[in-house]
């Protein structure tokens, strides 16, 4: 696996070697972030706007984008940013859910982002999680539509589930899945439950853009925050494509942007292990760190290690940094 080349030393060298099939970046916490993804959005609306055209933006809920919907508000406020050439698609809503319900998204997308710029009423699209049960198959249809008509999603805003999900596309969801009614994961209903008077109150059902739908959006940001998402974000980025973990179809996207505070990326491999990505500037702490993992690793204690376990495992470098401070 691991690509070695002979350096001029005559020392076998560990090649940068890159774990992540997604573009990351990592920022040092979730509001430099935010305002990342915020600045990026708020650039794309103005340049159509100079252009004479309208933006299609696909949103996001959760407690993931509000920072991003924070600072989107006070650049409309304090730098003249203007949303009336925007449309917007939302991802999902649950069911059944009245609008005014605490835990609506309609009414998360309102208190955060539209109720605080000049968005256009007739622009905004939220799943209806009022609809008879009969009328969901085509409404879904037709939310589809009606992004195909606005011309496709320009920008795509995502966070992730524990699950792995994206919208309430939990795993199992297909690749190409369109928007629909889907049942919602155990863990997913558990972890909304703090918005919730009691757990049994989370609905079961959500309504859902599909990942097919979320495919077509020209640009993805995935964004997560904290070190609970962290074990997710590891195989979402660095795992196989699989349906256990829907995020990892967007391996496929030709242009998806990862964006991460310092806590969900911990699992990367270059945080995590960096010996193995090639990227180590060995302080005592990193020694010890990687010491340890070698030896759980090979299930040898500390002191049997060979110098042929530290070579196997991408560590020759430590053997050599080692060598020369003698
Ligand atoms: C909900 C939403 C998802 C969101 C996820 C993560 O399930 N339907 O779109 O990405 O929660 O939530 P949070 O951002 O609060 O971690």
Known sequence: ???????????????LKNFE???????EDSVEASRHVARSVALAIRQRQQDGEHIVLGLATGSTPIKVYEELVRLHKEEGLSFQNVISFNLDEYYPMPKEAQQSYWRFMHEYLFDHVDILPENIHIPDGTLPM?????YCEEYEKLIDLAGGIDIQLLGIGRTGHIGFNEPGAWETSPTRMVRLDHLTRHDASK?????????????TMGVGSIFKARTVYLMAWGQHKARIIQQAIEGEITTSVPASFLQKHP????????????????MKSPWLAGICNWTDDLI???????????????????????????LSDLIIEQANSY
């Not at 918005?195 to 309504?207: E, K, L, M, N």
């Not at 760190?289 to 690793?297: E, P, R, T, Y």
């Open 1 to 15: 696996m691991k690509i070695k080349e002979k350096a001029s030393t005559g020392y076998l060298k560990y090649e």
């Open 21 to 27: 099939k997604l573009p990351v970046k990592i920022w």
């Open 134 to 138: 009969e009328k969901i198959a085509d």
């Open 195 to 207: 918005d919730f008077q009691s757990g049994d109150d989370v609905p079961y059902r959500a309504i």
């Open 255 to 270: 242009n998806v942007k990862v964006v991460l505070d310092k806590s969900a990326a911990e699992e990367l491999t270059k």
């Open 288 to 314: 010890c760190k990687a010491v340890v993992w070698l030896s759980q690793k090979t299930g040898k204690p500390i002191l049997k290690l060979t110098d042929e376990d530290y070579n196997e495992h991408g």
